[in-house]
């Protein structure tokens, strides 16, 4: 008998406080997470019938244990932002004295760091995965499998999309190859990935569509692809054509988004096909507006386009442009704020994630600052709305900091105003083309109702109002697009707003912990002319620490528990170092003290 039958697949948490979640959207739409852990699915098929598998996405449920008890072996995949669901995980599963098995990006890139792990399968495990568990069985398995060449990934098994809770999640996700032709700096998708795109065979993919029509699923399906045009003469000349195809048999129960460089803008017979096939939504990296800094970081692709005419050719194929933006080049210049605020309005790009430039392991980025002695901490692998960089910047770190807030204040301002303008203006570009008319589901009906309950009463319910209602009556027939850039815009706004008023108290935190340091400063020039009162300012110095960190510990209780860790830990970090500096006053009070008598 198997000694490791029973297999449990865990997908940690993913912070909520983070764009990329929207948790604000999927509360609307009555979902818990945007998409399911697609590489955990695709392992999953790999295991032989032998092998009982059960799989928790901590994203939609929690863990038990009695899920961990049932286990016989432990598989954990993660990104950076879940490490730390990924170590109370790791740590809840050495309590059951489980074996423990991870892969994915993080613990590829990080093995060394992480403690508690038996064994880790690193890079991709397609073709390694059957010779792993046979070591497992024998009791010769290594504790780290190297990264192996990159496999073949044209026949690979449907992924287990019947281990999953379908309904709990906003879209689905499949995807069609693994890598990207180009060397951008800061990014490690080529460097793990290659330089030369490998694709599943359009059959296995009509099978993975087929899969998740069968158990029901209608609506989004995310092509994850790395960048989807990769190989752009397959996708043209096999995959497109399939899909047209397939959607019209089925009539049209999907409609999918991807990511992609912003060349494809360069091939209308590709944005044609696309949109014939049902793509309505592309994430592309146009990062900045400035050469440059696109010189800087090797994105020949953006420098070889007019970013802004390609964006608008996408936008005139029916295809909404959620773009990717960076701060903190070394060739970035004081203007750099208002060009990226400018750049997202003039171009109508509704969704737009700004965030630090931050240097990944195994990114060339990494290499070169820590060759220059830049880097100062690790990433966590957030990079919208997050105020903290892991390597010292050409510009001022403040500066930086300020300039953010002014583009997410801006962008996603305090009334939506620029976000429903922004909205709107793509709308109308889009109506005036050849649009995919997705099909219009019952769910989707009661999504408008729930929208309506919600966002007509929020701080920016009249220019919601307005948007809803110029749109019903100026584009019916696209009318569930403005929906659902409604219901996104009550996410965006919501990570805005929680952001910028936690930074704020951040700053108040800073504040008055230079307010109490300048206070024990006087106090301790004071008491060198008049060492009567010593023990007067000790008493006052305890009553000022206390009341301090009383009104701030109460403002941070008020702030949405998603967004309190960091000021709880900043919290913790002041209260200490005021009681460092209460220490060393006492000192001095009792050292003034005996030189008095």
Known sequence: MMKYQNILLIYPKVPSNTYWSFKHTLKIIRKKSAMPPLGLMTIAALFPDTYHLKLVDMNITSLSDNDIAW???????????????????????????????????????????????????????????????????????????AKPPYPDISNLPVPRFDLLDITAYGSMAIQYSRGCPFHCEFCDIWSIYGNKPRLKSVGTILQELDTLFDLGWRGPVFMVDDNFIGNKRKVKADLLPALKAWQAAHDYPFHFFTEASINMASDEDLLAAMREA??????????????????????????????????????????????????????????????????????????????????????RLYRRLMAEGRILKASIGNNTHNMTINFKTIMDPGRLKEGYKKILSSIYDFNLKNYFDRCSRFLDTIEHTDYFQRKIYFNEIKMLFRSICLQLFTRYGFQYFKFISRNMVKHPRIFAEAVSLS??????????????????????????????????????EAMRMNSKKHFQYMTKLWKERVKILKQMRHTINHIHGDYRYELSQKYFEISKKMREKLANFETLVMGTAALSR
């Open 278 to 363: 049902g793509f309505n939504q592309v994430f592309i990296g146009i990062e900045t507006p400035d050469p440059e800094g696109l010189k800087e970081t090797g994105k020949i692709q953006n420098l070889n386009s007019d970013m802004e005419a390609s964006i608008r050719t996408i936008q005139r194929h029916g295809m909404e442009v959620m773009a990717g933006f960076i701060l903190g080049f070394d060739n970035d210049k004081e203007d750099i704020f208002d060009r990226q605020i400018a750049f997202i309005q003039r171009n109508a790009i509704p969704k737009a994630m700004i965030g630090f430039l931050n240097a990944l392991p195994g990114t």
């Open 71 to 145: 286990a016989d072996a432990v598989f954990i995949s993660a990104m950076i932002v879940q490490q730390g669901s990924m170590e109370d995980v790791i740590r809840r599963c050495r309590q059951f004295g489980k074996t423990i098995v991870a892969g994915g990006p993080f613990p590829t890139s990080n093995h060394e760091d992480i403690a508690g792990v038996d064994h880790f399968l690193t890079g991709e495990v397609d073709q390694t995965l059957t010779h792993f568990l046979q070591d497992l069985e024998k009791g010769v398995a290594k504790p780290v499998y």
């Open 487 to 524: 219901i996104s815009g009550h996410h965006f706004y919501t990570i805005t707003q929680q952001t910028l008023k936690t930074e704020k108290i951040a700053s108040i935190l800073d504040e008055k912990y230079r307010y109490f340091c300048d206070l024990v400063n006087e106090y301790s």
